[in-house]
T-cell receptor, first 113, second 115 residues
Framework: QKEVEQNSGPLSVPEGAIASLNCTYSDRGSQSFFWYRQYSGKSPELIMS????GDKEDGRFTAQLNKASQYVSLLIRDSQPSDSATYLC?????????????FGQGTRLTINP | KAGVTQTPRYLIKTRGQQVTLSCSPI?????VSWYQQTPGQGLQFLFE???????NKGNFPGRFSGRQFSNSRSEMNVSTLELGDSALYLC??????????????FGSGTQLSVL
């Protein structure tokens, strides 16, 4: 089982709709969860972080965390063509007494005008 | 505040050569992590340094090594290059809270091509 899993997509969503991105992780001890956005040819940029169960909203973005189900998601409301990118889920995992941030494979999102 | 700076931006090497990549973190960030990104494998963790000490290492062969200097700048070295080492190498810096790596801020990366 991969440490962090995402559906690689591509996920196609019409402009103005809600895009829903999902991620599962293997380590029940994980405490920190992040969503990064990566445009083609660019490096990843942090868009959301979440540490507690429930929802966290920031503008059009909402991160959702369910530690019991080991599941984290990202919702993008009122999707815009500029949201077209690869979205990477990252989870802080413990390995041999040290922490590392492990990334999923990423979900490629396309917003259709 | 300046972001994470990686040099060089592009590198072309041949098999068997070695390469050194450089990373300057955001001022005040003492943790530097390195990742390899390829289309097939995604972002793979290489190692993380904090206060000149390697705290964690990913599943890469010993040809991949790194170090961190007292000013938090970091270098990554790959010896005896193989074709499969062609990738985008990303450096990321982070503030460390309670010993834990938190939000990562990435540099633009070094695109390495091995011929």
């Amino acid at each position: 089982q991969k440490e962090v899993e995402q559906n690689s997509g591509p996920l196609s969503v019409p402009e103005g709709a809600i895009a829903s991105l999902n991620c599962t992780y293997s380590d029940r001890g994980s405490q920190s969860f992040f969503w990064y956005r990566q445009y083609s040819g660019k490096s990843p940029e942090l868009i959301m972080s979440i540490y507690s169960n429930g929802d966290k909203e920031d503008g059009r973005f909402t991160a959702q965390l369910n530690k019991a189900s080991q599941y984290v998601s990202l919702l993008i409301r009122d999707s815009q063509p500029s949201d077209s990118a690869t979205y990477l889920c990252a989870v802080n995992l413990y390995d041999q007494g040290a922490q590392k941030l492990v990334f999923g494979q990423g979900t490629r999102l396309t917003i259709n005008p | 505040k300046a972001g994470v700076t990686q040099t060089p931006r592009y590198l072309i090497k041949t098999r068997g050569q070695q390469v050194t990549l450089s990373c300057s973190p955001i001022s005040g960030h003492r943790s530097v992590s390195w990742y390899q990104q390829t289309p097939g494998q995604g972002l793979q963790f290489l190692f993380e340094y904090f206060s000149e000490t390697q705290r964690n290492k990913g599943n890469f062969p010993g040809r991949f090594s790194g170090r961190q200097f007292s000013n938090s700048r970091s270098e990554m070295n790959v010896s005896t290059l193989e074709l499969g080492d062609s990738a985008l190498y990303l450096c990321a810096s982070s503030l460390v809270t309670g010993g834990a790596v938190e939000k990562l801020f990435f540099g633009s990366g070094t695109q390495l091509s091995v011929l």
